[in-house]
């Protein structure tokens, strides 16, 4: 059997090219062509080669492809595209038989990994991607048990999702991560004003994180002296996911409601903090710092601080402010 392909055939689905050890973007591009006369079978690739010269032909591709249902399944066919864009499908076994009740699936490589990675990455979970997948299957996959959407069991899933996981640290040691993640917010966030980066202070006795820029401290600046305006502290543990026998983290947040502004239960966020001690003392400190940094903004309030500390009425008079 040989079937002609058109060159400016597009698959529907949009490959990212990306280096991977496993290159085998090829494979995903002449995955439509192939499926116009075989609907059932995952296929693998066995041998490839690139720029090979046979006569008067020279080769852009050969490669032989078998179905992942071997042994039960002997379906094998040759790929051979030329460099004029011209392709050709020989099929040397058109047996095709799957056993029943076996699951059958080519390895998910990339580019369609990467692909799962970003839906990941975008907030999507295992089990939605995986319903989302086993209703795109078409009658004919279903009839032969091919589950290569989405592989055998969703712990292939969930495996890519761990690896994306992993891509997006900045490192593997969470101290060493997050001292790379101060680094890069300080070289990225607001590198030429009084109040650099968005991290401003990490604790790892006990553990705590500081989060504020200089945005939100002026925006703090514009609403506090607006009428009706409230400022509150929550905390939650419900954000942070904690192991088992580790400390209680909580997440901490400053933010001020606006009527008018924002909605009845909106509220605009200015500071946060991630803390594993829940005493007054952390409260005090984390506000501290901010005052701290809302007086390097603030001109006027640093006048009256450094005027007020001259005269020996700084704490008495910086608390009532």
């Given amino acids: 059997m040989k079937i002609f392909l058109d060159a400016s055939y597009d698959s529907d689905q949009e490959i990212p090219k990306k280096e ?14 192939i499926k116009r006369f075989n609907k059932y079978c995952a296929f693998c690739v066995r041998n490839c080669t690139f720029g090979q010269t046979t006569k008067d032909l020279s080769q852009l591709l050969r490669c032989l492809l078998y179905c992942s249902g071997k042994p039960f399944c002997s379906f094998t066919c040759s790929i051979i595209i030329l460099n004029s864009g011209q392709g050709h499908i020989i ?6 038989r ?6 059958i699936s080519r390895p998910i490589r ?3 990994r990467n692909l799962f990675k970003e839906k990941f990455k975008n907030g999507a979970s295992v089990y939605r991607i995986y319903q989302e997948e086993m209703q795109k299957r078409t009658i004919h996959e279903k009839n032969a048990n091919n589950y290569e959407r989405v ?21 593997p040691d969470v101290d060493y991560g997050l001292s790379k993640l101060y680094d890069k917010f300080k070289n990225e966030i607001n590198i030429d004003g009084k109040v650099t980066g968005a991290i401003q202070l990490i604790c790892k006795h006990p ?5 504020f820029t200089e945005t939100s401290i002026r925006l703090f600046d514009s609403l506090i002296n607006q009428k009706n305006v409230s400022i509150s502290w929550d905390a939650t543990g419900a954000i942070i996911r904690e192991k088992t026998n580790s400390p ?74």
């Avoid at 099929?91 to 095709?96: I, L, Y």
């Fill in 207 to 211: 553990s705590k994180i500081i989060i």
């Fill in 151 to 171: 592989g055998k069991s969703r712990k292939v899933l969930r495996k890519i999702k761990s690896e994306g996981t992993c891509e997006s640290l900045l490192a």
């Fill in 20 to 33: 991977s050890r496993v290159d085998v973007e090829y494979l995903y591009i002449l995955l439509p062509y």
């Fill in 248 to 321: 209680k983290y909580l997440y901490y947040e400053l933010t001020m409601t606006l009527p008018g502004i924002t909605l009845e239960d909106g509220l605009i966020p200015i500071s946060c903090m991630i803390s594993s001690s829940h005493s007054l003392l952390d409260i005090v400190h984390w506000l501290e710092l901010f005052k701290h940094h809302y007086a390097q903004v603030n001109f006027f309030f640093t006048y009256i601080y450094e005027k007020l500390f001259s005269l020996g009425f700084c704490e008495q008079r910086i608390s009532e402010t």
């Fill in 98 to 103: 799957h056993a029943s009740g076996v699951k």
């Fill in 110 to 112: 990339e580019p369609v």
């Fill in 91 to 96: 099929v040397s076994n058109t047996k095709v």
